[in-house]
């Protein structure tokens, strides 16, 4: 389907629906990254797709909450015609209301463009919330993948492999979400991602988003559940957002704590760091850059085992933090958690030094 068949959707949406076209109270995007390996093995040892447990989990929220517009972004592997012409490795679709108003295929970006160009301009043609009248709406952004790297690397998506990835490309890319005369694009960002809480992806998303959702630890590909956004839409009460948010971290967190592995999620008020990052993001970046550029692994652990100097200056940050340990095996005993991620070296075979 054509990318102008959607906005002829959205305007019969407007003719035929009552109020569908008015601008909602909440505006989600969704952007699943499905141009990558995302599958595991289930309780019952059944294999199953992250991507499309993710997108299932997208459609839902698009069709229960009835005060949303929910603008579903998913990432695939690019496939080839029979004359081998590329095809179109992005769909988007569209809730409003709980009414499905549309989708259509489109190309995402190449290696030299920037990342989520061809989403956001989708977005900006078709969103309610860019009317001039539209007011009182809060705009979220839902990300299901894998870690986004911290130093722009290739290898993230099978289609683009030469493609430089990384949080700053991808902050960069959320600016086209913004309205003209907004400071930020996002009210909330909820990262469905292993590592999303590390000092560097808070300081440089706090320059698009005021509150940040996400996992400072492996999800061991697990996802972050919406299921109780939906609620969390439709009783909104944005007088006390961090209560509100807190409330829907605890869903999240609760959604998880089956797993045998440990768990933590977080959740991050990024006023904080748009204010300090200067305090403390020299130091993260300069042992950053060091371990890139050395040919020993590195992992992610609790900056207050792994970074403790950094972990004093990050402790002035506003986290709210639900933690369980694992089971057995190390770390069984940790009762708790600073919130943030660090990188810290490995031996060969794999543990922390």
Not at 174 to 179: A, E, I, S
Not at 211 to 235: D, R
Not at 266 to 281: C, K, S, T
């Amino acid at each position: 389907m054509r990318e102008g068949w959607l906005a002829f959707f959205l305007v019969l949406a407007g003719l035929t629906g009552p109020g569908l076209f008015a601008a909602s109270l909440n505006s989600v995007v969704v952007i699943i990254h499905d141009d990558s390996n995302y599958q595991f093995a289930d309780q019952d040892r059944n294999l199953q797709s992250g991507a499309e447990l993710a997108y299932q989990s997208a459609k839902r929220l698009g069709e229960t909450c009835d005060n949303c517009e929910v603008f579903i972004f998913r990432h695939k592997k690019i496939d080839r015609n029979i004359f081998g012409k590329k095809k179109k490795s992005g769909k988007v679709s569209l809730y409003r209301k709980t009414w499905f108003a549309g989708e259509s295929d489109y190309h995402r970006v190449s290696s030299d463009e920037v990342l989520l160009r061809e989403e956001s301009r989708l977005y900006r043609v078709n969103s309610s919330t860019m009317k001039k009248n539209a007011s009182e709406y809060k705009r979220w952004l839902v990300y299901f993948g894998h870690k986004i790297p911290e130093v722009p690397s290739g290898g993230y998506s099978y289609s683009f492999p030469e493609q430089k990835y990384s949080i700053m490309d991808f902050t960069r890319g959320l600016q086209g979400f913004k309205k003209e005369g907004e400071d930020r694009a996002f009210h909330v960002a909820v990262l469905s991602t292993c590592h999303g809480g590390t000092p560097q992806t808070a300081a440089w998303l706090s320059q698009q988003v005021d509150y940040l959702i996400t996992s400072p630890e492996k999800l061991n590909l697990a996802y972050l559940s919406l299921e109780g956004l939906p609620k969390t839409l439709m009783t909104a009460d944005w007088h006390e957002p961090e209560l509100l948010l807190e409330i829907l971290g605890l869903s999240m967190f609760d959604s998880l704590k089956h797993l045998k592995s440990g768990v933590t999620v977080a959740l991050y008020q990024l006023a904080d760091m748009r204010e300090q990052r200067d305090a403390f993001m020299p130091a993260y970046e300069e042992r950053l850059g060091s371990y890139h550029a050395q040919p020993s692994p590195f992992s992610y652990g609790d900056c207050q085992d792994s970074f403790p100097e950094i972990s004093d200056l990050l402790s002035g940050q506003s986290v709210v933090v639900f933690h369980k340990p694992p089971r057995f095996g190390r770390g069984s005993r940790q009762r708790g958690h600073s919130g943030w991620s660090c990188p810290h070296p490995v031996l060969a075979t794999g543990d922390a030094l």
